[in-house]
């Protein structure tokens, strides 16, 4: 396959945002984990792709929904599980958002006509998509997780 990943942000303006590749970034309720999203989308060039990894809870569709809002959409934004892939209508364009859980074979979400969609939205988020991460080596890779005994936090680690 012949995967065309958008190019990404220029590494020095994610590290102002705090998303050094290995350094964790501390978000103190999801106001911030929000805000967090919002700034990174006025980051990411059109038809960019972004992995979020993170147990339940971890703060993936709240990352997700400040995304949505840094492209202006201020609808709702929900996880993807049950329908594998949501498409919102934001005024940059489409925020594409897939849950590759349920995927058993790499080649359903392919079959979907994965790339192309991705290279057309304007955003594109990937959940549980481990599968997919060599074929798309331009993209960010986020890690959110909970910190033992602060539920008000949680971690963000751009793993890549
Ligand atoms: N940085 C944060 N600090 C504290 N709570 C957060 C943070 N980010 C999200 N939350 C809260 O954690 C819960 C789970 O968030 P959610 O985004 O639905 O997680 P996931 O999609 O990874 O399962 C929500 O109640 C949300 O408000
Ligand atoms: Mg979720």
Known sequence: ???????????????????????????????????LGRRL??????????????????????LA???????GFSGLVSSPTYALMHGYPTPQGTLLHADAYRTRHVQELYEMDLERLISEARLSLI??????YDDF???L???????????????LLRAR
């Open 1 to 35: 396959m012949t995967a065309l990943p958008a190019v990404p942000p220029p590494a020095d303006l994610l590290t102002a945002l705090g998303l050094s590749t290995g350094v964790p970034l501390l978000l103190r309720g999801e106001d911030e984990q929000r805000e």
């Open 41 to 62: 989308a006025l980051l990411l060039p059109p038809g960019s792709l972004v992995f979020l990894e993170g147990e339940l809870g971890a703060g993936k569709t709240t």
């Open 65 to 71: 929904q400040g995304l949505a809002v840094g492209l």
């Open 127 to 132: 959940e549980w998509g481990e599968a997919f």
């Open 137 to 139: 080596p331009a993209a």
């Open 141 to 155: 890779l986020l890690r959110l997780s909970h910190l033992d005994g602060q539920p008000e936090t949680r971690q």
